[in-house]
């Protein structure tokens, strides 16, 4: 069964008189263990895309399902807590926590607080190749171990949906490729869904399927 699926959808947004049709109607479906990148020109609507389906976007038509539920008003906050990990362009950070705080204070956002959240925080950090690291400020760490934070707040807490914004934009190609492998490894050890939104074209390699965004809808 899809963990995550969009049917029908349509996003528009109003600039004066005129309408902006930025997403035409797309169908799209994904499942635990399933690596796909999500490619297409500036302007395509990707990062839009990418926006509705991690639940931070409302599209104007159509439906958003996880693990086949339709995501409505009342159950987003629920949604992005429980099912959704996020990594963005920017590290987005807070210099004055450590690289485990950082992680840590992400779960006392979804709720996860004391000896739990750090026993998680300290989980992950080390999954993703930073225990000695734990205690660095993100001053002191370099541009690949801020995005492995990154990708560890994302998986703190079990979401079985992971979202990537161009996550090695920032870094150069040696460590960009280590960190794309680091990605799929914990996404395939760990049974989650990971959507990336790239220009990367080293992203393929790691994909299991390209699927291309054109003027709004799934390019063929």
Known sequence: MSILQTKRIEKHFQEGRETISVLRGIDFSTSRGEIVSLEGPSGSGKTTFLSILGCILTPTNGEVLI???????????????????????????????????NVEYALNVKGVRGNEARVEAERVIDAVGLSDRRNFL?????????QRVAIARALAGNAPILLADEPTANL??????????????????????????????????IADRVVKIQDG????
């Open 67 to 101: 693990e086949g539920a339709q995501v409505n008003e009342k159950s987003l906050a629920e949604v992005r807590k429980r099912s959704l990990g996020f990594v963005f362009q920017q590290f987005n950070l807070f210099p004055s926590l450590t690289a485990v705080e």
């Open 138 to 146: 993100p001053r002191d760490l370099s541009g690949g171990q801020k």
């Open 172 to 205: 150069d190609t040696h460590v960009g490729t280590q960190v794309l492998e680091m990605f799929r490894t914990l996404a395939k050890q760990e049974n989650r869904a990971l959507v990336i939104v790239t220009h990367d074209p080293k992203v393929r390699s």
């Open 217 to 220: 809808r799934l390019a063929a």
